[in-house]
């Protein structure tokens, strides 16, 4: 009996020990450029060192089909770190049990997103379902979308010179409405 009541004292006494640490918001950097690779036998890719830092490092990234590439025939995955994805799922946290839409979503999402392994070599390996999605199978190209990267197959994105006069005119009308 003396060795319970001092097992609680000592938990009342000392209840920050057993909360969880506040969470810390980690700072990501943004992800810019572009980098060819191609899939290796076991059908993996690399991410870019430069990227994996700037990431923070994760040993793990989510991967999911790009919902902001779904209007032509032309699809890839986005794959973003924790931290990120975390940020964008953090309106749902609080959404209330009985909204439908923000469930049906969450619900739709969770099913397409898969949360993959980075080994020591920042090599990630995609399930089957979204490589033939994006029509990944040999050659890919990662591009550095800001915040999280995207993964094309080198058919759906040849490389730009720069001297695509139509594509920078485009680009540069863009950057103008967006006040870039």
């Not at 060819?36 to 059908?43: E, G, Q, T």
């Not at 991410?47 to 032309?74: C, F, K, N």
């Not at 990662?142 to 759906?156: D, K, N, P, R, T």
């Amino acid at each position: 009996m003396f060795n319970s009541v001092t097992k609680e004292h000592k938990m009342s006494e000392t209840p920050s020990q057993t909360q969880p640490e506040p969470r810390k918001e980690a700072f990501i950097q943004p992800l810019l450029g572009r980098a060819d690779h191609r899939l290796d036998p076991k059908r993996r890719f690399t991410i870019p060192t430069d990227w994996y830092e700037r990431m923070g490092r994760p040993a793990q990234v989510y991967v999911m089909p790009s919902l902001s590439h779904l209007g032509g025939t032309e699809r890839c995955l986005d794959v973003f770190c924790p931290a990120e994805f975390d940020r964008r799922m953090e309106s749902f946290r609080n959404a209330a049990l009985s909204d439908a839409a923000k469930a049906s979503f969450t619900s739709r999402m969770g099913e397409l997103v898969s949360c993959v392994a980075v080994d020591t070599m920042n090599r990630i390996r995609v399930k089957d379902s979204l490589l033939a999605f994006a029509g990944l199978s040999s050659d890919v190209v990662l591009i550095g979308a800001g915040f999280h990267i995207e993964v094309w197959s080198l058919a759906s994105r040849p490389k730009l010179d720069g001297a695509e006069a139509d594509v920078l005119s485009r680009l540069a009308a863009e950057a103008q409405s967006m006040g870039f």
